[in-house]
């Protein structure tokens, strides 16, 4: 009995570990799944590969673009290329 419950801790304590996102990919999937387009497997992997893609000051500028700043907004243009690529990675 306690080596079932061991073996159940391990796998709950590796599954957190796997399918923990940083602040960004949390972000972009929480945005992806309110905008209702996708399902949640294309907005988890898209959140993924944004977070790998793009440099630290494309990250700032996306979350400021989807809070409404039209500045940064306009900046995103420069990356939509990186933008749809990790979109269409996960199709």
């Known amino acids: 009995m306690k ?3 061991l073996i159940t801790l391990c ?3 590796l599954g957190t570990a796997c399918s923990m996102r940083t602040d ?3 972000f972009a999937y929480q945005g992806c799944i309110k905008e209702g ?3 949640e497997k294309i907005c988890a992997c898209n959140a993924e590969n ?6 630290d000051h ?3 500028q996306y979350k400021k673009a989807a809070l409404g700043s ?4 306009l900046e995103l243009f420069s990356i939509m ?4 690529d990790a979109l269409q990675k996960c199709a």
């Open 70 to 73: 039209p500045g940064a907004a």
């Open 37 to 39: 387009k996708y399902p």
């Open 24 to 26: 960004f990919e949390d």
């Open 81 to 84: 290329g990186k933008l749809l």
């Open 11 to 13: 796998v709950v304590i």
């Open 50 to 55: 944004l977070d790998a893609m793009l440099t």
């Open 3 to 5: 080596r079932i419950k």
């Open 58 to 60: 494309e990250k700032s």
